[in-house]
């Protein structure tokens, strides 16, 4: 039984570079989000995909931000000119019935 | 707007005791899912236990219970028989759905240590 799936775990970054993470959600879910959390907080709503479809973006997510799910299979989630206030931890989750999502280790980022 | 609160940002419990983790949570829907998530340290998100909220009856998972009172938003996570394992960030959400999108909503979260 293969898990959501995230990478890299870990990134450390300069600020002002680019980055993008990966996400392998479960096989046959067509549902796939983006959440964010930091230190001392539950995890936020980033976005949402129903197959290829992005279906929801927060107001969380700046023009910095941007994410897609091509072929509405793996995802990326990419952050152009990155600030401090990004470092945090990026967590992915996939659906089946969109009534449980299971979610994937996360990708810790830290923006120097 | 949905909102969900955990009023204990720290909890402690000894080993094989039983220990009740609050939440409450604000909605005008009148059908609606919530879950209890583990988190423990430097690993993923686990579900814990779901619940509809047109069940009267609690849901259970083996040494998981929650007590959901609809009428008064509360939806507390009860463990028996506490593990160290137990020993875990533990956040409870709620499934919005609008619009055609859905996302969970979290409270802050509620750090349980174990003591041996």
């Known amino acids: 039984d293969t898990g959501v799936s995230q990478n890299p775990r870990h990134k450390i970054t300069k600020r002002g570079q680019n980055v993008t993470f990966r996400c392998d959600p479960i096989?046959?879910?067509?549902?796939l989000y983006w959440y964010r959390q930091t230190l001392g907080q539950g995890p936020e709503f980033l976005t949402y995909?129903?197959?290829?479809?992005?279906?929801?973006k927060s107001r969380l997510l700046s023009d910095r931000f941007s994410a897609e799910r091509p072929k509405g299979s793996f995802s990326t989630l990419e952050i152009q000119r990155t600030e401090q206030g990004d470092s945090a931890m990026y967590l992915c989750?996939?659906?089946?019935?969109?009534?449980?999502?299971?979610f994937g280790p996360g990708t810790r980022l830290t923006v120097t | 707007a949905q909102t969900v609160t955990q009023s204990q940002p720290e909890m402690s419990v000894q080993e094989a005791e039983t220990v009740t983790l609050s939440c409450t949570y604000d909605?005008?829907?009148?059908?609606?899912?919530l879950f209890w998530y583990k988190q423990p340290p430097s690993r993923q998100m686990i579900l814990v236990i779901r619940?509809?909220?047109?069940?009267?009856q609690n849901a259970t998972e083996n040494r998981f219970s929650v007590n959901f009172q609809k009428a008064a938003k509360s939806f507390s996570l009860k463990i028996s028989d506490s593990q160290l394992g137990d020993a875990a960030m533990y956040f409870c959400?709620?499934?919005?759905?609008?619009?055609?999108?859905?996302?969970?909503?979290f409270g802050k979260g509620t750090k349980l240590t174990v003591n041996p």
């Open positions: 989750a996939s659906s089946l019935s969109g009534y449980e999502q299971y």
């Open positions: 096989s046959e879910h067509n549902r």
């Open positions: 995909f129903q197959n290829e479809a992005q279906l929801e």
């Open positions: 909605t005008s829907e009148s059908d609606y899912y």
């Open positions: 619940q509809e909220a047109y069940k009267q």
């Open positions: 959400a709620y499934r919005r759905e609008q619009g055609g999108s859905e996302k969970l909503v």
